[in-house]
């Protein structure tokens, strides 16, 4: 299981979430095109820094310079920081963007506690925009910044949301995200979607969607018309089956050749097994896993049902991680290429 991406700590989360709640008005954005050279140079050093203790993996450093509420609980950073910076060794840093955000006047909500914050960000003096979404705020001066690691096999990005305390900009925020899956990057899986969804491949052109997507996000809380253009078109590619999502209230009920019927509750992919193509991750609801043997054969049975089912994803996709989830029991994984699923 330790290898399976959906299950491992990939975006470190420490104040910020996406939001689609109420916002309050006092915040503002500032792109760096728009800064002053004084502000865009003390945020690029600052974001550098923190990269640069990254990519060394000096997590005590990073700690000394993270807001106090999560320096004093910092294993889980600390665990992220050593993923990341193995992803980043040998890499050429280079920051990408940066943002100015400041909540300075943000009101805190009718309960008395911190606001929700909405930052409107206009790109290039254009009608693009990025919006940073933020519950939960405290009112006070951010900044977020993207980094780039090149030069190497598989680009990586590492993203930052600081706050500045006392004239000095701290971490409040760590988002590392790889930028390629099975040596291919995000646009490459957008393109490739378009011409499945065209080809009536559908589940293969949904799927491949939300790799691009996890690609070119740098973090959930931000949002774009790039990427509002993307989740458009993916749900106009959903399969009918998936038209009211998929999730714990609305299985996918998928029936193998036996008849026996399979509840998926989610459905993604994974590039773990750094294989030629990425991996389908199915989730099946079960009520108990049972033993060892006949959890292994429900999921190996389940994985046939499901390509069955959409044999398109043979062609598409590496394997399955088969993911069984009985409530109170950790879950059951394993994975097979396509060619060993019958």
């Not at 293969?204 to 509002?228: K, V």
């Amino acid at each position: 299981m330790s290898g399976l991406r959906w299950i491992r700590t990939t975006v470190v989360l420490l104040a910020v979430s996406l939001s689609c709640g109420a916002v309050a008005g006092a915040e503002s954005c500032t792109t760096q095109s728009a800064m002053t050279e004084t502000d865009r140079n003390a945020l690029t050093a600052a974001v550098r820094n923190l990269a640069d203790k990254v990519q060394n993996n000096d997590a005590a450093g990073l700690q000394a310079i993270t807001i106090p509420q999560y320096a004093n609980n910092f294993s889980a950073i600390q665990n992220a920081v050593a993923t990341a910076s193995s992803s980043v060794k040998g890499a050429v840093l280079v920051v990408e963007q940066v943002y100015l955000l400041d909540a300075t006047d943000l009101k805190p909500g009718s309960d008395g506690k911190p606001g929700n914050a909405q930052f409107l960000c206009t790109l290039n003096h254009s009608i693009a925009e990025a919006d940073f979404s933020i519950p939960s705020l405290p009112a006070g001066k951010y900044a977020f910044g993207i980094v780039e690691a090149r030069g190497i096999p598989a680009p990586y990005r590492l993203s930052f949301l600081m706050q500045q305390e006392q004239g000095a900009w701290h971490m409040a925020g760590f988002y590392p995200r790889a930028m390629t899956a099975a040596g291919h990057d995000g646009l490459w899986y957008w393109t490739e979607a378009r011409k499945m969804a065209k080809d009536k491949e559908q589940w293969s052109s949904w799927l491949y969607y939300q790799q691009a997507e996890a690609l070119l996000n740098p973090t959930t809380m931000i949002q774009s018309t790039h990427l509002d253009k993307l989740r458009n078109e993916q749900a106009a590619a959903a399969p009918p089956a998936l038209s009211d999502g998929i999730g714990e209230n609305t299985p996918l009920v998928v029936k193998g050749a036996d008849g026996v019927e399979y509840h998926f509750v989610g459905l993604s992919v994974d590039d773990s097994l750094a294989k030629e193509k990425v991996d389908v991750i199915a989730r099946l609801k079960v009520d108990q896993l049972g033993d060892a043997a006949t959890a292994k054969k429900r999921n190996t049975d389940a994985m046939s049902a499901l390509v069955g089912a959409y044999p398109e994803l043979r062609k598409n996709f590496h394997g399955v991680w088969m993911v069984a989830q009985a409530p109170g029991q950790n879950p059951y994984a394993i994975e097979l290429a396509m060619n060993e699923i019958h």
